[in-house]
């Protein structure tokens, strides 16, 4: 059991993808029939949003804020100040998948570019020292490397099927008209 809490904990950003994908096929299975294409693509969307981006870059935050040196070896990096900064990075994208979870498709197109451009990085970097230093860390050449190329691309990915099957619940709930009317 310590290993499988282990696994779920270190292996976070796998976790809460796959929590999402869980929480989105239930909302999915107690919709009213018929469930379009546009039901499906919003649900998806908004729990991926909520789960991946908000709980995981807050989970993110309080680790590399409250347990730096823990995360840093997890990596195989050394403690360092930037661990600080890392973190208040990741509260700031959780704070914006949080808000945009349930919102728009702007909202939610922000709340994936900024964490995709991030991750996206980050795995870079994580090649870079795996060529380079040769390190093989959990933290930086295991399930984190292939989550932080995933992640990207499924945001992005239902971000077109949104775009493609229909508007955000927040989206149909505006009125519609010329906004410079009065």
Known sequence: MADIIHFVLANYSLTL??????FSAIAIIR????????????????????WTIGVGFFYNFIMHSL????????????????QFEVATASLGFAATGFIAAFRSFDLRLGAIVGPAVFL?????????QMIAAHNFAPGNAGI?????????ITGFLLLWL???????????????GDPNEA
Do not use: C, T
């Not at 347990?67 to 360092?80: T, V």
């Open 144 to 152: 984190v490397f292939y989550m932080d190329i995933i992640i990207p």
């Open 162 to 176: 949104q775009n493609r099957h229909g508007s955000s619940a927040m989206d149909r709930a505006l009125p519609r």
């Open 67 to 82: 347990f730096g040196r823990m995360s840093a070896a997890f990596i195989g990096w050394d403690d360092s100040p930037f």
């Open 120 to 128: 996206l990085g980050a795995a870079g970097g994580h090649i870079y």
């Open 31 to 50: 919709a009213s029939p018929p469930r379009s294409a546009a039901l499906v693509a919003e649900k998806l969307i908004s729990w991926f949003v909520f």
């Open 17 to 22: 993808f796959v929590l999402g994908l869980i």
